[in-house]
């Protein structure tokens, strides 16, 4: 889902950091890869 939110040129392994984000799922893929 995240890749959706991003575009294509975004370097890999980075996202935009919010202050108020909690990580809902502790088993999730934090990459671009599939």
């Known amino acids: 889902l995240k890749r959706l939110l991003l575009p294509e040129s975004w370097p890999e ?16 893929v934090r990459d671009r890869g599939v």
């Open 13 to 28: 392994g980075v996202y935009p950091l919010r202050a108020d984000y909690k990580e809902w799922d502790k088993n999730a």
